[in-house]
């Protein structure tokens, strides 16, 4: 069985309350949530993809944001395709299904993220984290419940022909947020798109 777990690093591992506590994201991650996602992977075998803004972020190297995350004490096994790719139009669901669609030997899959730019049938599989606490055990047990449950073959996310699926009209009321990373000599500012998507289908009545 492969299990992926798609990881957002801000919002997840990186939150309010930590850099409250003086862990700014850059030199260490809120310890908890990282805890829990270590115990998570351990626990369930699971290969991380990471579908952060991480993934693409200053990070320079064969192992991008993978070294730093796991300097930052994260001990996941990252697949070896590790992050997803970048869909035009910005929804994290769409990059999540494209990396299904290569991988179709992936049996079960749970997405953890504090946005919800999902597609629809995608959203049974995510588990939405809060900004101010980050993965919280409860959090940590419903992703390992997920990640033993395997996924429905017919969903439309784990084929190439998703794009057949009606196409979902987004609205996306977003900011962009720039923040300061302490210790970065350049680049010193990172900037995160924060959305609040609600993502409907176009339905016919019969
Ligand atoms: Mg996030």
Known sequence: MTAILFLDVDGVLNTHAGWRAGHDGLRSLDPGPVARLNGLCARTGCRVVVSSTWRGGPYRGPDGCRARLRA??????FHRDWRTGRDRSRIRGREIA?????HPEVTAYAIVDDDGDMLPDQMP???QTGYELGLEAA????????LATQRSLASPSCTAAS????????????????????????????????????????????
């Open 139 to 146: 959090h940590a047990e419903r992703l390992a419940a997920l």
């Open 98 to 102: 494209a990396w299904l669609a290569a």
């Open 125 to 127: 599989r995510l588990v």
């Open 72 to 77: 930052l004490g994260v001990r996941v096994r």
């Open 163 to 206: 794009t057949a699926s009606p196409r979902p009209s987004v609205s996306r009321p977003c900011s962009l947020v720039s923040y300061r990373l302490a210790g970065s000599p350049r680049r010193s500012t990172r900037t995160v798109l924060r959305c609040v998507p609600t993502i409907t289908r176009t339905t016919t009545s019969t």
